[in-house]
């Protein structure tokens, strides 16, 4: 019997796992997605839709309705892996609404995990952060540095939810945790991108909206950090090379046999940029003026972080293609096509 080209991608309608998506149709493989929309709207899967003609299964539920999931997988049959991008992923907001990102992003994961093997399914790529490392001792930090006490609630919940992944895999899971560090930029078709409902907590679509006269200025958050310039240091991957590692990771998952599995990967560029290098790569590389002042430092931020991504490239034979120039033209890109087709409504 061929296996099943399905995956699940929880959180398919959001930012990273649109992108994902994309990629998976490309590399022949049979997106479902799940998503309730909370973080969302319907926006990137048209955009998905308009890059590959095809449209993906779509579910509208939550990943902590148990009965909801069950009759996903009930509906869609066997399916290869499932990919859990599903969480609140806002390091700021963490601190303001802690209880509701410890329910989201643990709960929805145990649910998951509890239906996955009602359903007697295995592989599994979880969607952490390299905000499980807190601040780490060493930078480029690697996959074998030990977890500091996470500096925001959000970080707290990464770091559980691998703990959870981490004690469960022998009893029958085989489990890749792709580190992500910090995904900027858009679909070079500019017909995907990240679109935050409301203010933008995260740096990049607030400078592109700030560009677009959205927003008045942007506020560099603190310039006393311990850093060349003051300003927190982030390792910015193009979200496209981020897409492309998920498919890596299920080839990896293919061909790995071990009937259980946890591994950990860092997924970033191996580059340290600060915030305000990156936002002087926008203006150079867009020629679009930015205000920007700068404001005090955000509880819950880490002051400098960057990966040492050998891990992934060496066993995942993955390698990021598109430089912090490419993202900063394909947000703003993404930013000005958004801005038009709301002129047109
Ligand atoms: P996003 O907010 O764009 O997408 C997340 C999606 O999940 C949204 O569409 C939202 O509606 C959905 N969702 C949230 N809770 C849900 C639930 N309980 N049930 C069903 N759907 C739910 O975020 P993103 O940037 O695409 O992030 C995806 C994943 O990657 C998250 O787990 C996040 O923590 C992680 N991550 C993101 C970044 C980043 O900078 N964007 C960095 C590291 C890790
Ligand atoms: N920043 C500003 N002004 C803003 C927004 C952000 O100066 O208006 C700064 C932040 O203080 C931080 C840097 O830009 O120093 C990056 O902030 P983001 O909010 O864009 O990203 P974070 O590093 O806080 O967190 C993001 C995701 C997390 C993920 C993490 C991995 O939101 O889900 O990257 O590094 F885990």
């Not at 293609?321 to 930013?335: I, N, P, R, T, V």
């Amino acid at each position: 019997m061929t296996p099943s080209k399905k995956i699940l991608v929880t959180g398919g309608a959001g930012y990273i796992g649109a992108h994902t998506v994309v990629e998976l149709i490309a590399a022949g493989y049979e997106p479902v997605i799940v998503d309730n929309l909370s973080a969302s709207d319907r926006t990137l899967l048209k955009g998905m839709e308009r890059i590959t003609g095809r449209k993906p299964n779509f579910h509208e539920g939550d990943c902590r309705d148990k009965s909801f999931l069950r009759d996903v997988f009930q509906t869609e049959g066997p399916i290869q892996c499932v990919m859990h991008f599903a969480a609140f992923k806002s390091v700021g907001e963490s601190v303001q609404k802690p209880l509701l990102y410890h329910q989201n992003n643990i709960d929805s994961l145990l649910v998951l995990l509890d239906v996955m093997q009602e359903f007697k399914m295995t592989d599994f790529i979880f969607s952490s952060s390299c905000t499980v490392y807190g601040q780490p001792d060493v930078i480029p930090v690697n996959e074998s540095a030990p977890f500091k006490r996470a500096e925001s609630p959000y970080g707290a919940t990464k770091q559980i939810c691998e703990r959870i992944l981490e004690d469960i895999y022998p009893t029958g899971f085989r489990i890749v945790s792709l580190r992500y560090f910090n995904p900027i930029g858009a679909h070079p078709s500019a017909m995907m991108g990240e679109l935050p409902i409301g203010v933008p907590n995260n740096l990049v679509p607030y400078i592109t909206q700030t560009a677009a006269g959205l927003r008045k200025k942007l506020t560099v958050f603190g310039n006393d950090y311990d850093t060349p310039d003051g300003s927190c240091i982030r390792d910015f991957i193009h979200v496209v090379d981020l897409a492309r590692v998920h498919v890596k990771a299920l080839e990896y998952l293919q061909h790995e046999r071990h009937s259980k599995l946890y591994d950990a990967f860092n997924v970033g560029t191996g580059k340290g940029v600060s915030v305000l290098e990156l936002v002087n790569t926008f203006i150079r590389s867009t020629g679009v003026k930015l205000p920007f002042i700068i404001g005090p430092r955000r509880p819950g931020d880490v002051e400098k972080v960057y990966a040492d991504p050998a891990k992934a490239m060496d066993a995942l034979r993955w390698k990021t293609q598109y430089s912090l120039e490419d993202a900063m033209k394909h947000a703003w890109a993404w930013e000005q096509k958004l801005r038009a087709s709301h002129s047109e409504d």
